[in-house]
């Protein structure tokens, strides 16, 4: 069982605010009579949002909560605590079943919050809330959905143009993520010795730290079709052992096989990670290798410190 739509968790929480009374109930008590509703796994309870910052379930919980609440249904006598409202207790009465949007849209102060907009004279709902309606998704989730979505996007059409680029550019492309990412010094440093040595199966060597107080070997393959398999990962490890190298890094376009991945993680005296093109433009993304910033769009919510008044 998923997490469900913050739509079908109103019902439940408003009946959870009914039985506390007289008392109030806190929100972890109406995620609590989500979770018994709908008979969520630990790992439904765990999910996470697909920025994997926000809690799937906490986050819906408090879109639901925060409708009821402008429907006038639910009130907050104290920060942090609810209680139910005789227009609550009305509507469990009259709803029985479920409690969504539809039935909200009833009260004037949730309309005016969905807000709808006049096209060529006739009413129709905003376009994002009336997605928001249809589907249950939280306003937040549907943005870090989307950006996630984005995000893919940029990062297919990154390894296609890095699969297109010449030996010599993937070889800077490679030495200016790994400077990026804290290794190697500085980028000047870092393109003395990278793709200088050619010391079988070795493309370079770079600075583990700014100090230089280790090296990591590096083996980059700009391969489109062919696969990276056991054969080439081994050579890499022998070619380590050779220069009494423990640390090692194969960077590819492509992808390995399933044996390359089991070899490399076999290895006893190095360590060698393997990156995939797939990884590789997620690492270029991350690290704004090739990439630009678009735009940015910031997300804010109320800080309940600031209102606390010497609490």
Same mark, same amino acid.
């Given at each position: 069982m998923a997490v469900p739509d913050f739509q079908s968790m109103m019902l439940p929480v408003l009946r959870r605010a009914a039985a506390a009374e007289p008392d109030t109930v806190a929100s972890s008590d109406l995620c609590e009579a989500i979770i018994q509703k709908f008979k969520l796994s630990e790992a439904d309870i765990a999910e996470m949002m697909p920025s994997g910052k926000n809690n799937m379930l906490i986050n819906r919980a408090a879109w639901a909560t925060f409708h009821l609440r402008k429907a006038l249904a639910l009130a907050t006598p104290e920060r942090g605590r609810y209680s139910i409202t005789e227009r609550g207790k009305k509507l469990l009465v009259q709803h029985k079943n479920r409690i969504d949007l539809a039935v909200l849209r009833q009260f004037e102060k949730v309309r005016d919050f969905l807000k709808t907009k006049k096209a060529e004279g006739v009413t129709v709902p905003s376009k994002i809330e009336a997605e928001v309606e249809d589907s249950g998704t939280a306003p937040l989730e549907r943005l870090e959905s989307a950006h996630q979505l984005l995000r893919s996007a940029v990062s297919t059409d990154l390894l296609q143009l890095v699969r297109k680029c010449t030996p010599g550019f993937f070889e800077r492309l490679v030495v200016e993520l790994l400077v990026k990412m804290g290794y190697g010094g500085s980028l000047r440093d870092a393109a003395q010795v990278v793709g200088k040595s050619g010391d079988g199966g070795i493309d370079g060597i770079i600075k583990e730290d700014k100090l230089g107080l280790a090296a990591i070997y590096i083996q980059a393959k700009r391969w489109n079709d062919k696969t990276v398999g056991r054969?080439?990962?081994?050579?890499?490890?022998?070619?380590?052992?050779?220069? +009494?190298?423990? +640390?090692? *890094?194969? $960077?590819?376009?492509? &992808?390995?096989?399933?044996?390359?991945?089991?070899?490399?993680?076999?290895?006893?005296?190095?360590? *060698?990670?393997? $990156?995939?093109?797939?990884?590789?433009?997620?690492?270029? $993304?991350?690290?704004?290798? !090739?990439?630009?910033?678009?735009?940015?769009?910031?997300?804010?919510? *109320? #800080? &309940? #410190?600031?209102?606390?008044? !010497?609490?």
């Open positions: 054969p080439d990962v081994q050579q890499f490890a022998g070619a380590l052992a050779g220069n +009494k190298a423990t +640390k090692g *890094i194969f $960077i590819t376009t492509s &992808s390995f096989t399933k044996e390359a991945v089991e070899f490399a993680k076999s290895v006893s005296n190095s360590k *060698i990670v393997l $990156i995939d093109g797939d990884e590789l433009a997620e690492l270029m $993304i991350d690290h704004n290798v !090739g990439v630009s910033v678009a735009q940015v769009y910031e997300v804010k919510r *109320i #800080d &309940s #410190d600031y209102f606390a008044e !010497g609490e």
